[in-house]
């Protein structure tokens, strides 16, 4: 069994930061690529940040400069360092982490529960 236990959303004012972290639990063999998503009220889910097993990143360009994303894999937990926060960055923040557990010889998707992040005077 693979959780995915998110933690450090909540209300920040504008210019702010917070920091997201993911820390990944179970019978784990390999953890892969690790992606952060968010949705916003009305909108699609988007692709915010990923970071691969050998620590490459992309960003989506408007959080680009703004947002950085880690990975400890000491501790099995990935981080999104969100600073210069703005009202158009206020969504459910997911993380989704592909995960090789010990009990199989594939990977599978699996994704966190989704903290709220809100900006806002």
């Known amino acids: 069994q693979v959780q995915l236990v998110e933690s450090g959303g909540g209300l920040v004012q504008p210019g702010g930061s917070l920091k997201l972290s993911c820390a990944i639990s179970?019978?784990?063999?390999?953890?892969?690529?690790v992606n952060w998503y968010r949705q916003a009220p009305g909108k699609e889910r988007e692709l915010v940040a990923l970071?691969?097993?050998?620590?490459?990143?992309d960003y989506e360009d408007s959080v680009k400069g703004r947002f950085t994303i880690s990975r400890d894999n000491a501790k099995n937990t990935i981080y999104l360092q969100m600073s210069s926060l703005k009202p158009e960055d206020t969504a459910t923040y997911y993380c989704?982490?592909?995960?090789?557990?010990?009990?199989?010889?594939?990977?599978?998707?699996?994704w966190g529960q989704g903290p709220q992040v809100t900006v806002s005077s």
């Open positions: 989704n982490a592909e995960v090789t557990p010990y009990t199989d010889n594939r990977a599978y998707y699996y």
């Open positions: 179970g019978t784990i063999f390999r953890i892969g690529i």
């Open positions: 970071i691969t097993s050998g620590g490459n990143t």
